[in-house]
């Protein structure tokens, strides 16, 4: 993508795992269909690779991977990233408090960076969904770009609130119960974010030591619009995502890509 800023990817895969275990290796490597080659079904995929693959299609330079302490079966996996055309690193977890704290371990790499953000666990079917992200990132300027879809259970997304123009009025992680009808699972953000994050988390990181919670990404980007940074959104079609973090939607993932 044309952009003046290098790209590179954040990918928290500290998790782990719980509603998926036992397993034995980490989640980010399960099979989820088969890398083909025309008509040939080759060697089966993991999970994770869709979405690596989609951050190199949206122009990504590198990699960051935050693991947790033993899961040395992704990078022995994915390696030096070259099989992708871009490098890969890995980044080992500081506080374990969510995915903004995983992240922002690859502060010092990426804060002058244009940052590609997604979950490994999440499938997204559309292959230049970052590239698209990028380019309403180029138009508007904004600080964030979420890519947004129409959710089938918004109770178990990060539900956001998308005004006419696109951009996000507020965020609101995993409600009991609400009016609307989509949910954020991917993102692109700027430096400004970047920053942004760094110091809110260390803003929080006592009382969140205290309580033991964990912050989720959706609570930082909402205090990021509190805040008065621009968050925009470009919206995708139902479907879009789909979280194989429950055997139930794990099911429903190999079946599709099989």
């Not at 954040?10 to 099979?31: D, H, N, V």
């Not at 006592?206 to 964990?214: D, H, L, V, Y």
């Not at 990021?224 to 194989?244: M, P, Q, R, Y």
Request: glycine share 8%; net charge negative; with cysteine.
């Amino acid at each position: 993508m044309d952009t003046p800023l290098p790209i590179v990817g954040i990918i928290p895969a500290a998790g782990l795992a719980t509603r998926l275990q036992p397993l034995p290796f980490s989640k980010e490597l399960y099979p989820v269909g088969f890398e083909r080659e025309g008509e040939s079904i080759k060697q089966p995929k993991v999970v994770s690779a869709y979405l690596v693959e989609q951050m190199a299609a949206g122009g990504a330079e590198a990699l960051y991977f935050i693991l947790r302490s033993g899961k040395w079966d992704i990078p022995s996996y994915f390696g030096d990233g070259s099989k992708y055309n871009l490098s890969v690193a890995y980044l080992l977890m500081g506080l374990p408090y969510g995915a903004p704290y995983s992240s922002d371990q690859a502060y010092t790499f990426v804060k002058d960076k244009l940052v590609l953000f997604g979950f490994p666990d999440i499938l997204i079917s559309k292959p230049d969904a970052f590239a698209r992200l990028i380019a309403r990132q180029n138009e508007t300027g904004a600080d964030v770009v979420l890519g947004v879809f129409e959710a089938n259970h918004p109770d178990k997304w990060d539900v956001v609130e998308v005004m006419p123009d696109g951009s996000i009025k507020s965020i609101h992680p995993k409600p009991h119960k609400s009016n609307l009808t989509h949910a954020w699972a991917f993102a692109c953000w700027s430096p400004a974010f970047t920053a942004f994050m760094h110091n809110y988390l260390q803003q929080m990181q006592e009382s969140i030591i205290k309580s033991g919670q964990e912050l989720s990404m959706g609570q930082v980007l909402q205090a990021a619009i509190i805040n008065g940074l621009n968050v925009h959104s470009v919206e995708f079609e139902k479907g879009t995502c789909l979280d194989v973090g429950t055997p139930e939607d794990l099911r429903k993932a190999i079946l599709k890509h099989t």
